[in-house]
């Protein structure tokens, strides 16, 4: 089997606090330890990545955060100044164009054209080489916006070229579609947990990354994964506890309830989505940071 | 004094608006809110955006559209439920509502011009606090139209605390702004759009422009830009309508949190940056947080072990289950200090806390069973 690292794009997507953050970190890492030359890309938001690795905020420009990986946060301004200069060469024409409020405003108008630019720093970053004309980057990885937001982020180039048939933009926004689309270069990584509304919604997302943006999907992570610690006969017990020890029973049911639960929905996901699954432990710790990312990472280093 | 917190804060409350991070539980807690109101006799509304039809499903209801339905009184009585009041719910529709703001807002001979134009699809879908400005105006037409003593509204869930308070600026400036209305205004006056308009600024600015987008893509967007123009002022005067009723008393925010320090820390932004806005914030909610176990000193263990496992206790049975409690406990801990934290930073804020329950809630009788502990 191909492995996960193999692509030059992983865009790790699902529900907002599914852990997505801590799957690329995990993933990032796990790959640099391959040798491969990684960046994470962290799409206009608080920036997350650096701290779970236990390094320093790097912001809008690329940073080092450990051996072989990098890391940036893409933001739409400084994102759209990095591509009109790209196209324009000259910083000055840029400062007298694109700081005019009034050519602002009609930027603005460009459906989306902020979200484009952020795929469009994403796609440079894939093909960008180094003078001896090897890529820059082996690998690339995005944490994406939380699933809504996330699949309209990668359905982009396909909204737009409806809009926007012609012209260099669209020459652009093809290209983006292109390397999405391409099995050879990029794959969505989906991320859940083992609970009733994420994975109805992972399922979702699935059929959208498929039907929709037509994208090669690669893996399952399902995070926050609970083992049963107890038997069913054992289980049984805890209901006919006396009183004095009934309130542990309850606690200690509660969490072998978890786990059953967990294991129902990761055997509903398998059924309902084609991909294979990897299921991540649930880490009980205070600080939640590189210690947590190396355990998770070590798991994925076969991936 | 036999009131809750909660049920304090919201006394003599129009419309309830729940905001907060994606995930946290804010429909679900939406509908308990409103499901408490129409235990008490009032007609309420509850308004959401989740496209995961989660809402419907709680209120067993088969569809959820645009326009109210309302919960049938069986469905009360069937889950033992006393309804006293009238409970109704709806689902925002995005591009619906859009539509129906443009009709009813737009000169008649643009109409068709703004409704058939490709950029018009933006405004509707994809920019940025679009689905926040037509889930506030919506409130405002619930509020103005209908005869609800009560809305609350379930707003979507967004990226930052910051897009849904700066959704009606957003919506405003992309109707246009002083500088660009008096840039079009001659053109407008001559009955000409279009690229007559970019001549104003020179032919520099379209020059280079265009080699980003295109030539005709610049034309058209100018079309469509003045078309839009002389909107600016209705829109403007709603937006401002929309601002002043969210800030009057008769509204309360509720902001929902999980216990999560990601969510924490987004809720305590969301918190400082509704006060600064002049909202009323009438609670935080910290959301499904692990309660603390019971203490389990050697005996109960050595109990537990032999009750469940093997009698007399083996060392391994006595593990498990000290091992498993330990988990909870740290579960409970980490809690326990982010709700500290979230507390102090949103002082004088009350902070309320409904624990983890032990399914997902799916129907009145489960949204009925959060009941004790938000108004408790």
Redesign the interface.
Known sequence: MRSLFDRRLLVVIGKGGVGKSTVSAALALAAARRGKRVLVCEINTKERISALLGAGPVGHRIGKLAENLEAVVVEPKEAMREYALMILKFRSIYAAVFENRFVRYFLRAIPSLSELVMLGKVYFHVKETLPDGNPRYDLVIVDSPATGHGLSFLRLPQVLLAIIPKGPMADETRKMHEMLVDEQTSAAVLVTLPEAMPVNETIELNRGLRDVVGMPRAALFLNGFLDPRLSPEEREKLAQLPPELAPAGAALLSREQRARQAEHYAQRLAVDIELPQQRLPFIFTENFGREAVEKIAALMEGA | MSQGVLEQALTGKRIVVCVG????GKTTLSAAIALKAASQGKKVVVCTID??R?LANSLGLVELGNVEARVSPEKFAAAGLPEKGELWAMMLDLKRSWDDLIIRNAPAERRDAILNS??Y??LSS?L?GSQEYVAMEKIVELRRNRDYDLVVLDTP?T?HALDFLDAPNRVL??F??E??RW?LAPALKAGEVGLRMFNL?GG??VK??S????????QE??E??STLAPMYEVFKERAAAVKALLASSECAFVLVS?A????V??AAYFHTLLIQDGMPVAAVIANRVN?L??E?GEG?LD??AS???TDPPSDAARE??A???E??R??A??DRRQIARLAETCAPTPVLQVPRM???V?DLAGLWALDGHLFG
């Open positions: 991070s994606g995930g946290v496209p995961a989660r490709r950029f699809q933006q994809a940025a869930p990226a400036d992309f246009g702004n500088k660009a840039l600024t520099y600015f280079t422009l080699k980003l987008t295109g030539l005709e893509l610049l967007l100018a469509f830009l999980s999560n320090p990601l969510t820390d987004e309660p176990p019971p389990a109960e109990r537990l009750a469940i496992a498990r289950i091992a498993s409690l988990e909870l740290l579960l801990q980490v032990e399914s997902d799916y």
